[in-house]
Each structure stands twice: as C-alpha cells, then as structure tokens.
C-alpha cells in the first residue's frame, strides 16, 4: 500500500518551492517526523509554509459527488474493480492510503487546488499533485 501525504502550499511559497521541491519535501519531512516537544515551533512552520483544506467543503463533495463509503468522521473508503483506497480528510493535510500509484482521488485534490504537494514519506518521494496527474 502506499501513503501519501496531501499539502496545500501557501501562494507566496509556490515560486520559492517550485524549483527546490525536495527542500519543500525535506521541510514536510522534518514537520512530519517532528517529536511532541517541538510542536509548537512546528506548528509556526507550517502555518508559514501551509494553507489549511477546507474540510467541511470537501467531506460534502466526497459524500454526494462520489462513490465512496463514509467509514468514520472524515475518513472514506474506495472499492472498485482493481482499486481499494482509503483517505482521510483534516484541517491540515490528507493522508491516502492505496493500493494504486494514482488513485482515482488525486484528480479531485486537484481540481480543488492546483498548489497541492504530494508526498511519501515511507518511500521518500514526492511530486507537485499537478505535474503527476498531467502524466
């Protein structure tokens, strides 16, 4: 299975961050990696670095627009032929879990917003969500 990990990059980060992603990667990393006594000074990080989702818009949409299944409060479930996924919508990131390298979720993130960072920390890679859905 693979998790990825969901970020809504801040506007005046997006031309500092679009050419140096792994710097963008290595600071969510660290955000992501970071122990419980540091989390106020990671906090102020990522509210410089970060735009909250919209989770309310979002678990409307996912409940009348598409065919998941509601398992708990914000998190759903895809079953399709060859597809199982899992994700789980907060303030702020969205975490995936799927079977599949694209799920067929990473296309609404996207329409929802164009400056979503795509990573995957188990597997130390990571991708602007727009160039991965153009290929």
Do not use: H
């Amino acid at each position: 299975m693979n998790n990825y990990y969901l970020f809504i990059i801040r506007i005046e980060n997006i031309n500092l961050y679009r050419r140096k992603s792994y710097v963008l990667y290595k600071l969510l990393e660290n955000l992501y990696r970071l122990n419980s006594y540091d989390f106020y000074s990671g906090f102020n990080v990522y509210n410089k670095l970060c735009n909250n989702f919209s989770v309310k818009l979002l678990n409307n949409y996912v409940e009348n627009r598409i065919r998941a299944q509601k398992i708990k409060l914000n998190t759903f479930k895809i079953e399709l032929k060859n597809e199982q996924t899992y994700f789980k919508i907060m303030y702020p990131c969205i975490v995936i879990r799927s079977n599949l390298l694209k799920p067929t979720i990473l296309k609404i993130f996207n329409i929802y917003n164009r400056n979503i960072f795509m990573c995957n920390f188990e597997k130390k890679d990571y991708v602007w969500l727009n160039n991965y859905i153009k290929k």
